[in-house]
């Protein structure tokens, strides 16, 4: 058995093509289905967000796995495996772990160090265990990579130095529009990140705030945690023709706004020609990208946030800034190394612990057995004189075990090498039941549950 991560993401696709492979919640769910019935996976969950889809399995067989995701996510985004696979990564046992807990950190997005994964990854958590995929290997190594990216952000300072895309498009907007505290701004969708956008821009003085969502009770609840107003689907064009400001997120599966609907709501708000930003923080894209070519209307999509992300940064940061962040960051590595060292240290050291009991119960039986022979010579031994040989012979048999017992532990735990498998070698040394492992392994804990905010019917987490 083995941990495997298949993923597509900005790092290793371009934002078209991302789109090819978006998945909402439901859709999400769906391919999760498949693929933990697939021949070779034990166990299953699938991350998608606004710039990225991975699977997380643990699977039987390394390429059997492999090969059944690789079908799986072409037959969904409907490209070849020629297409696809230059574009996939794959990550096995301990690269799977070390990148688990890098993404719950943030040091893989998007926007360095953002803390929106960790809701992301909670909820797909959640998902999988509310559908029973999960169990004793990727449950507790997922739970781990949640409480490491809640130390990241609990204990160094990588929130003072990191930005979402929310903020990126915001320092864009700045540059066509000026100061925003007075901007009509208008926010499509209801979800994850749309929350965060609109959290983003109250606490940045912009109180102009229109939330619309194809679900009116959904937009009011985000609207009143926040103060700022809702609006219903039908006023959708028309809110965003008068818009100084949009940022749409919607999730919806094809574009909820194209350039001559856009153009037409710009007339009728007297509006053509205005300076418009949009900010399209959706995958797949909420607004046609012919939006961008209207006059007065700056566009900026993920891609071209990507890029702003990767090139722009560095330029606006003086050396202490850049100081700073490097300092966080490399603080944050740190910790993520510590965690996965230790993490691979205790799943080592776990792989031994049923043979060890194992061999224990054996020892157990021998002694049962040769105090049932003395019965049989001495049926007339006092209890007293029998209880005390049973603790000598007892005790005999601890301290046999005992050095053996810790050096096979502590050599498995610091094996990193693959040099030997100790559990194995004390199999054979005392011809150990492979029936009998099974008996005495303890079974797995309870799933602890991960709790998750029900998704709502536009965006859910992005």
């Known amino acids: ?124 958590l959640a998902a999988a265990q509310r559908d029973a995929r999960l169990g004793p290997a990727l449950n507790p190594l997922l739970q781990k990579a949640l409480r490491v990216g809640k130390r990241a952000h609990a204990e160094t300072s990588i929130d003072e130095v990191s930005r979402s895309l929310v903020t990126l498009g915001l320092d864009q907007a700045r540059q066509v529009l000026g100061d925003l505290t007075e901007v009509r701004t208008v926010v499509l969708g209801a979800g994850a990140m749309s929350g965060l956008a609109v959290a983003t821009l109250v606490r940045d003085g912009i109180t102009d705030v229109t939330v619309v969502n194809r679900t009116g009770a959904t937009a009011r609840r985000l609207a009143d945690r926040h103060g700022v107003r809702a609006a219903g689907w039908p006023e959708m064009a028309a809110r965003a023709g008068s818009a100084d400001l949009l ?23 007297g509006r053509t020609g205005a300076p418009q930003v949009v900010l399209d923080l959706a995958l797949p894209r909420d607004i046609d990208p012919e939006v961008g070519h209207l006059a007065g209307v700056h566009l900026w999509g993920l891609a071209e946030l990507q890029a702003e992300a990767e090139h722009a940064r560095p330029a606006t940061q003086d050396a202490t800034q850049q100081a700073q962040e490097q300092d966080a960051l490399a603080a944050v590595r740190d910790l993520v190394t510590a965690e996965v060292a230790g993490y691979l240290t205790e799943r080592r050291a776990a792989r031994i612990a049923p043979t060890l009991a194992a061999l224990r119960s054996r020892a157990a039986k021998v002694v049962d057995a040769e105090m049932a022979r003395l019965d049989q010579r001495l049926p007339h031994l006092p209890e007293d004189e029998r209880a005390e040989v049973r603790r000598t012979v007892q005790r005999v048999v601890d301290k046999l075990l005992h050095t053996p017992s810790v050096r096979a532990r502590q050599l498995q735990s610091v094996d990193t090498g693959g040099v030997g498998d100790y559990g194995h070698a004390l199999r054979e040394l005392f011809d150990l039941d492979p029936h009998d492992i099974a008996v005495v392994s303890s079974p797995p804990p309870d799933i602890a549950v991960v709790s998750s905010a029900p998704p709502t019917d536009q965006g859910g987490a992005r």
């Open 1 to 124: 058995m083995s941990v495997l991560v298949v993923g597509i993401s900005h790092h290793s696709a371009p934002i078209d093509l991302l789109e090819r492979v978006a998945l909402d919640n439901q859709g999400a769910d769906a391919l999760a289905r498949q693929v933990h019935s697939a021949g070779n996976v034990e166990e299953a969950m699938v991350l998608a967000t606004c710039n990225r889809l991975e699977v997380v399995v643990e699977a039987s067989t390394f390429h059997g796995a492999v090969s059944e995701i690789g079908e799986l996510l072409c037959e969904l985004s409907g490209l070849d495996h020629d297409q696809l696979s230059p574009h996939l990564y794959v990550h096995h046992d301990e690269r799977a772990v070390a990148h688990l807990f890098n993404l719950a950190c943030g040091l893989d997005s998007m926007a360095v160090g953002e803390s929106q994964i960790l809701g992301q990854l909670r909820a797909a």
């Open 247 to 269: 940022i749409t997120t919607t999730g919806a599966v094809g574009q909820v706004l194209d350039a001559a609907a856009l153009a037409q709501a710009r007339l009728d708000a």
